[in-house]
């Protein structure tokens, strides 16, 4: 099925910092007929659970909607998430059950006792130096999907490492609590088959619409409006109003938003070739990673 019947397209720049609202939170819409996305609330700091109640209550229907995060952990490469622990779970909808047990008490979505599990922590680089025994070293393990990413040109990062300014490991399992809590709702792409009506979640990469629109993954990063007005050019579509600097999760978001609109409608990008039906039923994918 060419997948053409989506009306809008949304992406969110997600994060999973500590605390209730934050600024690397940003959400952008592209909607049906219109030359150009927008912003959602564009001076607002979201919550976590305000994106939430967005998705759920607001959100245009027939609405593909991207997440800047890893919608589930490495499991292919070791047949598990968690090697050495009887509760690891089965599959991605099992994990993100598992993530939202464990942090029930943690408040904003967080998920500070997930990865202060005994079990748990033992997988994941952690800050104040702390690796766990069962880590892997290096650059951690990365999912079928990540390695379809190097392929492209971009530099994953593992979603068990929790250091540095461009770790994503905290806000995906942030993420993973959403995601439970949308079951029901809002399908996710690919645990979830696609539906033929409906809105949809995918999980996004924002490095790979940013190459779309022109950039070099070592310069996906927007800062400017000129340069955003460029890359929505790029995107065939019209310039924001604007000049002077603006925030990288803005443009990341409106951007990704408007490059959906196109990358929906190809075929290809819904069918890779490692995608198999356990790979979408434990790892995911990043929709636009071939």
């Given at each position: 099925?060419?997948?053409?019947?989506?009306?809008?397209?949304?992406?969110?720049?997600?994060?999973?910092?500590?605390?209730?609202?934050?600024?690397?939170?940003?959400?952008?819409?592209?909607?049906?007929?219109?030359?150009?996305?927008?912003?959602?609330?564009?001076?607002?700091?979201?919550?976590?659970?305000?994106?939430?109640?967005?998705?759920?209550?607001?959100?245009?229907?027939?609405?593909?909607?991207?997440?800047?995060?890893?919608?589930?952990?490495?499991?292919?490469?070791?047949?598990?998430?968690?090697?050495?622990?009887?509760?690891?779970?089965?599959?991605?909808?099992?994990?993100?059950?598992?993530?939202?047990?464990?942090?029930?008490?943690?408040?904003?979505?967080?998920?500070?006792?997930?990865?202060?599990?005994?079990?748990?922590?033992?997988?994941?680089?952690?800050?104040?130096?702390?690796?766990?025994?069962?880590?892997?070293?290096?650059?951690?393990?990365?999912?079928v999907t990540e390695r379809a990413q190097e392929l492209l040109g971009c530099k994953?990062?593992?979603?068990?490492?929790?250091?540095?300014?461009?770790?994503?490991?905290?806000?995906?399992?942030?993420?993973?609590?959403?995601?439970?809590?949308?079951?029901?709702?809002?399908?996710?792409?690919?645990?979830?088959?696609?539906?033929?009506?409906?809105?949809?979640?995918?999980?996004?990469?924002?490095?790979?619409?940013?190459?779309?629109?022109?950039?070099?993954?070592?310069?996906?990063?927007?800062?400017?409006?000129?340069?955003?007005?460029?890359?929505?050019?790029?995107?065939?579509?019209?310039?924001?109003?604007?000049?002077?600097?603006?925030?990288?999760?803005?443009?990341?978001?409106?951007?990704?938003?408007?490059?959906?609109?196109?990358?929906?409608?190809?075929?290809a990008l819904w069918q890779p070739s490692a995608l198999t039906d356990q790979i979408?039923?434990?790892?995911?994918?990043?929709?636009?990673?071939?």
């Open positions: 099925m060419t997948p053409d019947r989506f009306r809008n397209f949304a992406a969110v720049d997600w994060s999973g910092a500590a605390g209730e609202r934050h600024r690397g939170i940003a959400v952008a819409l592209m909607r049906e007929g219109e030359p150009v996305p927008q912003l959602v609330r564009p001076e607002h700091r979201w919550s976590r659970a305000e994106v939430l109640a967005w998705l759920i209550a607001e959100m245009p229907a027939n609405t593909l909607v991207g997440f800047d995060m890893g919608i589930s952990l490495a499991h292919a490469d070791a047949g598990t998430y968690f090697p050495g622990w009887a509760e690891s779970p089965s599959d991605a909808r099992a994990l993100w059950a598992l993530v939202e047990a464990v942090c029930a008490a943690d408040p904003h979505l967080s998920v500070t006792r997930f990865v202060d599990h005994s079990e748990a922590a033992r997988h994941f680089r952690r800050h104040g130096g702390r690796e766990g025994d069962l880590f892997g070293g290096g650059r951690g393990r990365f999912r994953p990062y593992s979603n068990f490492n929790l250091v540095g300014a461009a770790q994503v490991g905290k806000s995906s399992l942030s993420g993973m609590r959403l995601l439970h809590r949308l079951h029901g709702q809002i399908p996710v792409w690919p645990v979830d088959p696609l539906p033929g009506s409906g809105s949809v979640v995918v999980e996004i990469y924002t490095t790979i619409a940013a190459m779309a629109a022109g950039r070099t993954a070592g310069r996906s990063k927007i800062r400017t409006y000129e340069d955003l007005n460029d890359a929505l050019t790029a995107l065939k579509c019209d310039a924001i109003a604007g000049t002077g600097a603006i925030a990288d999760h803005a443009s990341d978001a409106l951007i990704t938003a408007a490059w959906l609109r196109g990358a929906a409608r190809d075929p979408a039923r434990t790892e995911g994918w990043t929709f636009g990673a071939r």
